[in-house]
């Protein structure tokens, strides 16, 4: 289910290019996972580094989530961490959902998940670009 962007958020979404996907492939793709992609206004106890003088940080909270109940660990690899492959996390709830909150500065962002050692790319990427291994990479513009 899509949480609609709250008051003030910047929306991440644009349309994606298409893919070449079986419709029997993608329903089966759409049925296994999900990932959604949210911008959401920053508070700040968010930002335990920022000024205290009320001056607004240039980090923009983004929520990833991930459903694959039978993931046994998800992380987000991509421009904003040296695309270390460890270095972000995502931390799974009881249903399988997956997620993690990043601070991204504004521009564009680039990122895969990698779900039990293999690469995969975003089934719900509203922006994608071809990467020199053959896949996509998801982008963010913030």
Do not use: C
Not at 53 to 62: E, F, K
Not at 65 to 85: C, E, H, I, K, T
Not at 96 to 102: F, I, P, Q
């Amino acid at each position: 289910m899509k949480n609609p962007p709250s008051s003030g958020a910047v929306s991440a979404r644009t349309k994606q290019p298409p893919r070449a996907r079986s419709a029997g492939v993608l329903s089966q793709l759409v049925k296994a996972t999900s990932t959604r992609l949210e911008v959401v206004p920053p508070r700040p106890s968010e930002f335990p580094g920022a000024p205290r003088t009320g001056v607004a940080t240039d980090l923009l909270p983004v929520r990833l989530g991930y459903f694959q109940p039978d993931a046994r660990a998800v992380f987000v690899v991509g421009s904003f961490n040296g695309w270390n492959l460890h270095a972000t996390p995502m931390t799974r709830d009881a249903l399988g959902d997956w997620s993690v909150e990043l601070a991204l500065p504004r521009g564009e962002h680039r990122y895969r998940l990698l779900v039990d050692g293999e690469w995969r790319d975003d089934p719900s990427a509203q922006l994608t670009a071809p990467n020199p291994y053959g896949g996509f990479d998801a982008l963010i513009i913030l």
